[in-house]
């Protein structure tokens, strides 16, 4: 059983929610949103086992699919996202008894014209969980801002008002197989907590080129030594930058 819509339009919608802890697969789909719009993700995951999502086409206003918090075991295969926000895991950590977020796979996606591509969001000064084996792998990047963020000092709107580093545990990380465009200079922006960092997080075959006046792309770290295998433009950490001194947005 789940809530399904093929098309919406305004605010504040998300047309597949699966029901908690039960396993299934979203059936094709094409959900849209204007770009403008605020809080339409188009498909939202959250507290599932075993959830499939192939060759949906999601234009929207917010992530193209959001992945919160107690989904394990999750596919995402074959999906197309543009306009939005890419395809996020998070945000999480902002509320306490957060369930863990184990299994998430992501693969054959293409991302076009979106505020970010593939992304992992928590929050800073957040409440304790963990997150573990999440996956992303051949995905095709076209003008796309933010292509590959694994972003662990998330807070939008200037809702952080303490900087204390997020707590929530991540580990068994990997972005393979990841190339195309960039419309900004940062291509790649590794940031795990300094007071937990990331642990076992591999990057691997990567080519993002960014033809902007500024120069090639570069990629920002911090608290992270990745794993580096195959090729790899921008090189692996160019930038070394701080997880609590300036917070990072939408």
Known sequence: MMEMGASLEGEKVIPFRPVPYMKEQVPTAQPSAPPDSLNTDGIHIGRSDGVYIQGANVKTGDDCVSIGDGTKNLHVEKVTCGPGHGISIGSLGRYPNEDHVVGVYVK???????????????????????????????????????????????????????????????????????????????????????????????????????????????????????????????????????????????
């Open 108 to 250: 054959n996606c293409v991302i076009s014209g979106t505020d970010n591509g593939v992304r992992i969001k928590t929050w800073l000064n957040s409440y304790e969980t963990v997150a573990s084996d999440l996956h992303f792998e051949d995905i095709a990047m076209n003008n796309v801002m933010n292509p590959v963020m694994l972003d662990q000092a998330y807070c939008p709107y200037n809702h952080c008002k303490a900087r204390v580093a997020s707590k929530v545990k991540l580990s068994n990380i990997s972005f393979k197989k990841i190339s195309g465009t960039t419309g900004n200079k940062v291509a790649i922006r590794l940031v795990c907590s300094s007071g937990i960092p990331c642990q076992n997080v591999e990057i691997a075959d990567i080519d993002l080129k960014y033809n902007g006046r500024a120069g090639p792309a570069v990629s920002e770290c911090a608290n992270v030594k990745p794993k580096i295998t195959e090729k790899l433009n921008p090189a692996a950490c160019t930038k070394l930058v701080s997880d609590t001194g300036s917070a990072t947005s939408a």
